[in-house]
């Protein structure tokens, strides 16, 4: 298992992060638990920020809330001095009650609400991405009644095929997100814009997808953006004054990841676009992206507690942990590739390859097929690496079971950030008669 942060194994040969036991951390708060390398996140936030970063640009790196969000994730956002991204009225009030600046706060999302829309402008939400001509003329309609004023960016589709997950692929010509830069109803939609008394049209958004390993796509994106720029200048003498190139940026989770290079590929992506909007003869707008896997992903582990040992009368070995597709749902979802360590024995060698399986009673609840571990027994901790994106923020109830605690750990101290649910919180809004 590949350690990252401050992941060590101690002497007596068991896993730390952020200068706590693992098996300290089981026994105190439970399991499954998932467990936030703070200093991780910090720095990788810090990295993004140093790295995006070009004399003559204005330049802003705004976290992806939806990879993993929770009042102290907002703080740290905050202190850190990046942007949010939010995706839903459940996330954007989410910042509002953690006191996050709101407008700083981008809201996104393909098919946000009425209700949603006027939370936004309810709480002062800096910039709204338009998905669509019809959200486009719900958001005029909104801003008319309140006598209010917004600043939007139009999400746009550059039709740039990211190798990753089709599920995650977000910029194809028939993507569910955006109006692609072809679509000649997209004359209409800045027009309407431009037009409007209550929206401001800033600019333009796009987002290719997540997972991203090949540099390439995003160099692609960037001077696709930078001709669209230019092509919307000279047809309706708009000038962009904000860009908008999301985020993907590929993480490590198992052996053959090839993460991009950050600090180069972003540096790159600002020169590409510098030099284009030069050769172009539009003004350089000020450029953004939208990190959220890249910051905490590698930054989160999930601690399981092993229950049975099972070898099936076909020869396949199961170790059931108690979690699984609720606290873990993308091997499932998405066919995701995990690498673990028995958290109690880091030093064992590996004597046998299993299965990691979940409690839920159906067969997909798989959390890694085939890894190579010691001998596991009942009892022992299973660390899972590399769970800090996607797995707490699409947790269920499924088979009615509480979704696990999360704490920050640092300098030896741990913190919990969210409590564990009880059967209580699972029936809280049911009713019998």
């Known amino acids: 298992m590949k350690l990252f942060g401050t992941m060590k194994v101690n002497e007596k040969g068991e896993l730390e992060i952020g200068g706590c036991s693992a098996i300290a951390l089981a026994k105190e708060f439970g399991t499954p638990l998932y467990v936030m390398d703070e200093n991780l996140i ?52 989410t910042a509002f009650k953690a006191g996050f600046p709101m407008e700083k706060v981008y809201f996104h999302g393909n098919n946000k609400t009425e209700d949603e829309l006027e939370m936004a402008l309810t709480h002062g939400v800096g910039t709204i991405i338009v998905d669509n001509q019809h959200e486009m003329k719900i958001l005029h309609g909104l801003c008319n009644r309140k006598n209010q004023r ?21 910029a194809t010509h028939d993507s569910k997100f955006g109006e692609s830069i072809y679509d000649e109803k997209l004359g209409d939609i800045i027009r309407f814009a431009q037009t409007s008394e209550y929206l401001r049209l800033k600019g333009f958004h796009c987002h290719i997808g997540s997972q991203i390993f090949e540099e390439k796509s995003f160099y692609g994106a960037v001077e696709v953006m930078v001709a669209f720029l230019q092509q919307v200048k000279e047809q309706y003498g708009f000038e962009t004054e904000a860009l908008n190139l999301g985020g993907g940026f590929g993480i490590y989770y198992s052996n053959g ?6 600090e180069a590929c972003l540096s790159t992506m600002l020169k590409l676009l510098k030099a284009g909007a030069h050769t172009a003869g539009i003004r350089i707008p000020k450029v953004m992206i939208e990190p959220g896997r890249a910051i905490v992903g590698n930054a989160g582990c999930t601690l399981y507690g092993v229950g049975n040992v099972k070898e099936t009368y076909g020869g396949k070995k199961y170790v059931f942990v108690d979690g699984g597709m609720t606290d873990n749902p993308r091997t499932a979802l998405y066919g995701a590739v995990y690498e673990a360590g028995v958290a109690n024995r880091m030093n064992a060698q590996p004597e046998e390859r299993v299965t990691i399986a979940g409690k839920c009673c159906e067969s997909g609840d798989i959390i890694i097929h085939g890894i190579d571990l010691p001998k596991v027994q009942g009892g022992d901790i299973i ?45 809280r809004n049911d009713f019998a008669d």
């Open 150 to 170: 917004i600043d939007i960016l139009l999400r746009v589709n550059p039709g740039i095929e990211a190798h990753t997950h089709a599920y995650i692929q977000t």
């Open 383 to 427: 660390c899972v690496a590399s769970t800090g994106a996607y797995n707490y923020t699409m947790a269920s109830n499924y088979n009615r079971i509480p979704r696990p605690a999360v704490v920050f750990v640092k300098e030896g101290k741990a913190k919990i950030v969210v409590k564990r649910e009880t059967y209580d919180d699972v029936i």
């Open 257 to 262: 990841d090839d993460p991009v290079d950050v």
């Open 42 to 93: 910090r720095e990788n936030c810090k990295q993004f920020k140093k790295a995006f970063a070009q004399e003559g640009m204005v330049t802003e790196v705004i976290y992806a809330s939806k990879a993993f969000l929770n009042m102290a994730m907002c703080r740290l956002i905050q202190e850190e001095g990046l942007g949010l991204d939010v995706v839903s009225g459940g996330e954007m009030y």
